[in-house]
């Protein structure tokens, strides 16, 4: 199995690629794995036990399912936020960024397109590490998906209050709201078409005009008082473009046809799943000439 293979199993099953899943225990635990996603087949079933109401923006909410999985549910208005969260969960787990297992389901709801993720044992929000002595290394550690957030267009991958990040508790930093990627802002709506394929974000992010995201970039040491990048950000940047053009084998139209792949299952439009793989294949050129010579 190359990168690519690895890759789109990540892209197409619930369970992310590992060395564990080729040994009998791994084949053990893919096997409860389909015998937990049968048990939440059903919207009904995911839905089972409502535990607590939203903490973000979106209506939704913590529910347990009838497998004893609990979840974050999202209800969207649009489906094509709800295929975006969804895709960008699976990208940044193919390039080795932390992000929640994830589902959607192609219906709609009487609320919405529902978005569930399930629910990680989060010791803190970023935004509860950042000010405290080893805040430079939790910046650090969320940096490693700095090319991942550009790729995608992750606009609020920080969130307002640096909430939209947590640490769990071996102190992996974990993307678990990614309702900004792609077409939609965080809040509903859809970005102006114009930004769609260009990477306007390695500028934002590191600007006013992205508060959070900047803050990180500062206390990690990426960017200087005035917004310069340092050495070190220019280093990282280096070292994980160099990571996504290994896993794609340098082809962004390997990458595109993974995602294209996962979009069929959504019940975003085949205008909006177009627009999605449009801006991958734009942003990854874009950032490969942008990052420069290997
Ligand atoms: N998979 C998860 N594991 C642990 N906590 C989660 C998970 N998903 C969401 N949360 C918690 O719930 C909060 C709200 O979720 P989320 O940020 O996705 O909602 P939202 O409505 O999109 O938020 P926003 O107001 O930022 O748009 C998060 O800040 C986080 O604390
Ligand atoms: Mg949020």
């Not at 550690?141 to 992750?154: E, P, S, T």
């Not at 640490?167 to 802002?185: E, H, I, K, S, T």
């Not at 960017?223 to 280096?238: C, F, H, I, N």
Request: charged share 25%.
């Amino acid at each position: 199995m190359d990168t690519l293979d690895l890759g789109l199993a990540a892209l197409t099953s619930d369970e992310a690629p590992n060395a564990s899943s080729r040994t009998v225990a791994g084949v053990l635990a893919m096997t409860a794995a389909v015998v937990g996603l049968a048990a939440v087949k059903w919207l009904s079933d995911l839905t089972a036990q409502r535990v607590a109401g939203p903490s973000g923006s979106n209506p939704g909410g913590v529910y347990l399912g009838k497998d004893g999985v609990k979840r974050y549910l999202k209800f969207y208005e649009d489906p094509a936020q709800a295929a975006g969260e969804q895709l960008a969960n699976r990208i940044y787990e193919w390039v080795g960024v932390d992000a929640p297992k994830s589902r959607t389901y192609p219906e709609a709801t009487d609320r919405g397109y529902v978005f569930a993720s399930e629910i990680l044992p989060c010791e803190h929000h970023l935004r509860d590490v950042l000010d405290g002595p080893e805040g430079a290394t939790y910046a650090r550690r969320f940096l490693d998906g700095f090319v991942a957030d550009v790729l995608i267009g992750n606009w609020d991958a920080v969130g307002l209050v640096h909430d939209n990040a947590v640490v769990l508790p071996d102190g992996r930093v974990v993307r678990v709201d990614n309702g900004g990627a792609f077409l939609m802002r965080a809040m509903g709506g859809r970005k102006p078409p114009g930004l769609l394929n260009d990477i306007t974000e390695y500028e934002v992010f590191a600007s006013s005009r992205n508060p959070s995201y900047q803050a990180v970039m500062r206390k990690a040491g990426w960017v200087d008082r005035s917004g310069r990048e340092t050495p070190l950000m220019k280093r990282e940047v280096a070292s994980q473009m160099d990571r996504l053009r290994s896993l794609t084998g340098d082809d962004p139209e390997r990458l595109a046809g993974l995602a294209s792949g996962l979009l069929k299952e959504t019940s975003a439009t085949a205008a909006d799943r177009a627009r999605m793989i449009e801006m991958l294949k734009s942003r990854y050129r874009l950032l490969d000439q942008r990052v420069g010579a290997r």
